[in-house]
Every structure is written in structure tokens, then in C-alpha cells.
Nanobody
């Protein structure tokens, strides 16, 4: 099982990035996908994800700026991040979960730094 994030980097405030998470080793369509982030010295914060019914959720801090999407044909989940702020700086992790069988997978993370 692998979740490989990409697309992080350094961006100026107000800029955009698109994160990708390529999944392998499990049946992607059966899993709820999400994104979480962690700032240095702080706990994990859920940013966005899909509910089991396919609807999406967003943390209040990113609503209206971030958009999650998935392409089951490509085994990939995306996080489009617009109007980035310095407080969005964190390591972003991809998560795959199948609650019914207790599977919970994480990627290695990708660094996003928002700074002028």
C-alpha cells in the first residue's frame, strides 16, 4: 500500500498550489480519501475530505479557498489550494480510510510553505 503526495513547495501569499496523492496497493474506489496537515510543534488538523456518501467537508480555515477532488480512474485525490496564507504553511498528508474493515493509510507528506 502506498500513498504518494506531490505538488508541495514554496509559494507567496495569495498564490496557489495543487497537491496530488497517488494511491496504489488497494482498491481506491472503496476508500474515503482526505487531507490533513501538521504545523511544526502542533497536532494534526483535518483539512478536507470525502464523507462515505461522496459529499465533501472542509475545515473552516480553508472553506472557499481549497477544493478537494478525486479521479478514481487515476487512483488520485487532489487538493487545489488558492489564496494561500502564511498560516497554511504545514506538512500536508494524504489519508485513505475504509472504516468497515479498519484500514487507515497515510502518505509520507509534502511540505507547503507560504511566505514572501
Amino acid at each position: 500500500v502506498q500513498l504518494v503526495e506531490s505538488g508541495g513547495g514554496l509559494v507567496q501569499p495569495g498564490g496557489s498550489l495543487r497537491l496530488s496523492c497517488l494511491a496504489s496497493g488497494f482498491f481506491f474506489s472503496d476508500y474515503v480519501m482526505g487531507w490533513a496537515r501538521q504545523e511544526p510543534g502542533k497536532g494534526l488538523e483535518w483539512v478536507s475530505g470525502f464523507y462515505t456518501n461522496g459529499s465533501t467537508y472542509y475545515a473552516d480555515s480553508v472553506k472557499g479557498r481549497f477544493t478537494i477532488s478525486r479521479d478514481n480512474a487515476k487512483n488520485t485525490v487532489y487538493l487545489q489550494m488558492n489564496s494561500l496564507k502564511p498560516e497554511d504553511t504545514a506538512v500536508y498528508y494524504c489519508n485513505a480510510k475504509r472504516v468497515t474493515i479498519g484500514n487507515d493509510y497515510w502518505g509520507q507528506g509534502t511540505q507547503v510553505t507560504v511566505s514572501s
